[in-house]
């Protein structure tokens, strides 16, 4: 009987271990998926590119910042760049590079709580943010519809398709992208009930089946952070026209800006882009 008591009682200690990381993984989950910088590192100037400060306000009362960069005296469509979750715009400041490459104009946002931007980061603020930004090229900025380019970056995939699947766009790029934040945790975490735990969704294998534009899906066999597997599926339930990259390196690696077929894909797509600006009137 004595053994059965401490039998019991290791049991009651385990569980109640357990229930104590769940709590706190719910308690604290914003910590662990959201990874602001307020400190800007660096601006578009220290590599040569003219901007401007953009300032927007949100659908959630938030006051988001921005830089709106130009590339070419006459560019030929604008990329509207949504970040991952960590860092903020200043340690994206190689996308210009890329976005010169393809004469297009860029505008980079940080979410709530990044940078410069008011409030806080939640499912809601960064769709917000997508929002606000994607009305300010289309009413202040005077960009056709169909020659905005979305490019979302891993969490910030999501966030593109979710605008996307709102509002008529050229194309969009997928980078290092997950088909829900959920099925991220428990990939990491397989002992914890992540599906339960978390309040935001970020549902990026239902949103992607909503998407009618081009796609471009990549991703790298060696990412730590969003399975490959995840890539793919998102890839699969994609409608045409579509390419999808294999990448190399980890998560936050960035050498495939200048791989050759990250390059022909970027090509592809900004070509299926002008082509349909040209078949159909412009949406705004």
Known sequence: MRSYGILITIAAVI??????????????QDKLIFFPFRDYEATPASLGFNFEEVSLSTQTG????????HTSPEPRIVILFLNGNAGNISHRLERLLMARQ?????????????GRSTGK??????????????????????????????FGE??????????????????????????????????????LPVKYLLK??????????????????????????????????????ASEPKKFVTL??????????????????MAWLMTEVENRAVKSPSSH
């Open 15 to 28: 569980l109640g271990g357990y229930g104590t990381i769940c709590f706190l993984t719910w308690l604290f």
């Open 62 to 69: 938030d006051s988001v910042y921005g830089w709106y960069c």
């Open 102 to 114: 393809q004469r297009a104009d860029i505008l980079l946002v940080d979410y709530p709580g990044y």
């Open 121 to 150: 980061p939640s499912e809601d603020a960064l769709y917000a943010t997508a929002e606000a930004a994607y009305q300010y090229l289309i009413a202040i900025r005077g960009a056709e519809a169909d020659k905005i380019i979305l």
């Open 154 to 191: 891993s969490i910030g995939s999501a966030v593109a398709l979710h605008l996307a699947a709102q509002h008529p766009v050229g194309g969009i790029i997928v980078e290092s992208g997950f088909t829900s934040i959920a099925e991220v945790g428990a990939s990491h975490f397989s002992w």
């Open 200 to 237: 935001y969704q970020f549902p990026a294998r239902d949103l992607i089946k909503e998407v009618t534009c081009p796609v471009v899906v990549s991703h790298s066999p060696l990412d730590e952070v969003t399975p490959f597997r995840m890539g793919e599926e998102l890839f699969r339930m």
């Open 248 to 265: 190399s390196g980890y998560h936050n690696d960035r050498e495939f800006l200048n791989d050759s077929a990250w390059l022909s894909a």
